[in-house]
């Protein structure tokens, strides 16, 4: 499982355009990280995998992030607990993708901002978030957090350097997304 793929797209000005005319043509306003508070995440250049997923998906993290997540991952079976993934790494295009997919279902951008961050601003682009399940739940769901999976979490993902991104009343206009971690240290 510890297979590297690359991802080149530079933090520069190149990136910012892309993102920025990514933006135009999704209709997201122009404003956006200003009024969520959300930073520039650079596509990550380099990814392991770290098993699949729970669509039997390939996924990858930053190879720190993803020796992280296994140590984690192990902690958590160990006091027998399961972590199920459901997404790592997305990259700005999937990003892009997943938004215009909703968009053509008649969603509107407002709502679509409300439960994920524009191409460009994702965690998910740095291969350094993950978002979780438990076995028998929907995944991407607030229920999540009445699981001993995410009292586990609460108590034990600081020491494995993950953090959750999303507490509820976040600052950034994204619902509470109890199932999403960021790994915060390389």
Request: hydrophobic residues 40%; aromatic residues 8%; proline residues 6%.
């Amino acid at each position: 499982m510890s297979s590297m793929h690359s991802v080149l797209h530079p933090a520069d000005k190149n990136y910012a355009t892309r993102i920025a005319d990514i933006h135009s043509e999704l209709g997201i306003p122009a404003d956006y990280a200003v009024t969520r508070g959300l930073p520039l995440c650079e596509e990550v250049t380099e990814l392991t995998d770290i098993g699949l997923d729970i669509n039997q998906r390939m996924r990858q993290l930053t190879p720190a992030a993803a020796d992280a997540w296994q140590t984690m991952r192990q902690g958590a079976a160990h006091d027998g607990i399961t972590l199920l993934l459901v997404s790592a790494f997305r990259s700005v295009d999937y990003q892009r993708e997943l938004i215009a997919r909703k968009l053509a279902k008649g969603e509107n951008i407002g709502s679509i901002l409300k439960v994920m961050a524009a191409p460009g601003y994702s965690e998910h682009h740095t291969g350094r978030a993950v978002d979780l399940t438990v076995p028998g739940m929907p995944p991407l769901e607030e229920a999540f957090e009445a699981t001993e999976s995410f009292a586990w979490l609460t108590r034990n993902a600081a020491g494995f350097h993950f953090r959750l991104s999303y507490p509820r009343g976040n600052p950034h206009g994204i619902v509470y997304e109890p199932w999403h971690w960021a790994f915060v240290r390389d």
